[in-house]
C-alpha cells in the first residue's frame, strides 16, 4: 500500500464532514416504535439505530433495563454484535457482582466485576461499565462496546470494567485502557519488526511511539483518578510468533484504520475540550497523528516484502476494519461526551466516511 500523508488526510476529512453536516443539518431525524434516535447518510443511502429510554422505578430492587441501542437488524452494514444495554441496580449492586483487583497498566488500582453476571441476558455479557452518582445508592451497568474514538490494540486486548461516578471520570478510564494496550501494541510491533529485519529508522519510530503511550496512559489514568474513575486490571497475552501477512493485516486494520481515525477524532476533541482537559487531548490529538503516520509507512514497507495476492488480502482487511469500526459506531450512545469534546456517533461515522474515502482517493 501507498503510504499517505496522514496529516493532510485528517484535515481533508475534518473539511469533508463539516461540509457534508453543514448541508444534511436541515434533515429531520427519524424514530420508530416509541424509540428515538437519529439518522446519517452516506452515499445516497441512510440507516437509523434508535436508541429506546426508560426511567428506573428506584422504589424496586430488582435490575431494570433502562436503554437498549437497537444494531438496525434490517441494514445488513451493522451485525448483532453492535447493540449495548443499560442496565440499573436502585438498591446497589449484589454481594457476588465482584471483588477488588489490583491495578493494571494504567496504572490505578480498580474492580473486577463479575460481567457476565451482571449483564446476564444482554447481546454483550464480557464487557461492563459500572457507575454510580455521588450520593446515589444506585449503580449503572452499560453491557457492551462503547467505542470512544479508537486506537492500536494488541491482538489479545480484552477491557477491563471501569468504576465512575460520572460519565467524563468513566470515558477517561476506559481511554486510559487503550492507551495502556497500545503499550503492548508497540511492544509487539518493535520484537515483531526487529525480526522480520526492518530499517533501523522504523524501529527508533516505533520504540518512541511506544514512550508516547506510556505518557497518554499516565496521563488520562491521572485524570480520570481526579474524577473519582478506577479502572481495572488488563489482561493481555503475548501473541504466537506470526507470518508477515499476519503482522501486515493486524497493523492495516489496528494502525492505518483505527489509530488513523482515533487521530482524526482526537483532531476534532482538541477544538472543543473542556478548558482543564484541552492540553491533555490535544497532546494526544498530535502524537496519534505520528502514530497514525507510522502505521502507513510500516505497511507501505510490508507491502513491499509481500506477494500481489498477499497484498490484496491486506486491500480486503482494511476494507473489512472500516466495516467494522462503522458498525461499532452504529451501535453506540448517540450523545458524545462535551467534555472531552467528543463528538456524537452521527458524527463520528460521517467522520469515518470522510477518512475511508479519502484514505481510497
Known amino acids: 500500500m501507498k503510504s499517505p ?23 429531520p431525524s427519524t424514530s420508530a416504535g416509541g424509540s428515538s434516535g437519529s439518522s446519517s447518510s452516506s452515499s445516497g443511502s441512510s440507516a437509523s439505530c434508535p436508541t429506546k429510554n426508560q426511567a428506573a422505578d428506584l422504589t424496586k430492587c430488582e435490575r431494570q433495563l433502562t436503554s437498549h441501542v437497537y444494531n438496525c437488524p434490517n441494514d445488513p452494514q451493522f451485525p448483532p454484535s453492535s447493540c449495548r444495554q443499560v442496565y440499573v441496580f436502585p438498591c446497589g449492586l449484589p454481594g457476588d457482582a465482584g471483588a477488588p483487583t489490583g491495578g ?5 488500582a480498580g474492580p473486577a466485576y463479575d460481567c457476565a453476571s451482571l449483564c446476564a441476558g444482554a447481546v454483550d455479557t464480557t464487557l461492563c461499565r459500572v457507575s454510580r452518582e455521588d450520593g446515589s445508592v444506585a449503580v449503572t451497568v452499560s453491557c457492551g462496546s462503547e467505542v470512544c474514538g479508537a486506537g492500536r490494540r494488541p491482538e489479545s486486548y480484552s477491557a477491563a470494567t471501569v468504576e465512575a461516578t460520572d460519565a467524563t471520570g ?19 510491533m518493535l520484537a515483531e519488526l526487529d525480526q522480520a529485519g526492518a530499517p533501523a529508522e522504523l524501529l ?4 518512541s511511539a511506544r514512550l508516547d503511550e506510556v505518557r497518554h496512559a499516565r496521563a488520562v489514568a491521572q485524570a480520570a483518578r481526579a474524577r473519582g474513575a478506577r479502572i481495572g486490571r488488563l489482561q493481555m497475552a503475548r501473541p504466537a510468533p506470526r507470518d508477515l501477512v499476519a503482522i501486515a493485516i493486524e497493523n492495516a486494520r489496528e494502525g492505518c484504520v483505527r489509530e488513523t481515525f482515533g487521530a482524526l477524532v482526537a483532531t476534532v476533541q482538541e477544538e472543543r475540550a473542556a478548558a482543564d482537559l484541552r492540553e491533555l487531548v490535544g497532546m494526544i490529538a498530535r502524537d496519534e497523528i505520528v502514530h497514525a503516520q507510522l502505521s502507513w509507512d510500516v505497511g507501505e514497507w510490508l507491502g513491499s516484502r509481500l506477494t500481489e495476492r498477499e497484498r490484496a488480502e491486506v486491500d480486503r482487511a482494511i476494507a473489512a476494519a472500516f466495516d467494522e469500526l462503522d458498525a461499532e459506531l452504529a451501535g453506540a450512545a448517540p450523545a458524545g461526551h462535551p467534555a472531552l469534546g ?20
Open 5 to 27: 500523508r496522514v496529516h493532510a488526510l485528517i484535515a481533508l476529512a475534518v473539511a469533508d464532514t463539516a461540509l457534508l453536516l453543514a448541508c444534511s443539518s436541515s434533515e
Open 204 to 207: 527508533a519510530r516505533v520504540a
Open 104 to 108: 493494571g497498566d494504567a496504572g490505578d
Open 170 to 188: 468513566a470515558m477517561l478510564a476506559t481511554i486510559a485502557q487503550l492507551e495502556a494496550g497500545a503499550i503492548r501494541a508497540f511492544d509487539v
Open 342 to 361: 467528543m463528538p456524537g456517533r452521527d458524527e463520528q461515522r460521517a467522520l469515518l466516511r470522510a477518512l475511508r474515502q479519502r484514505a481510497a482517493a
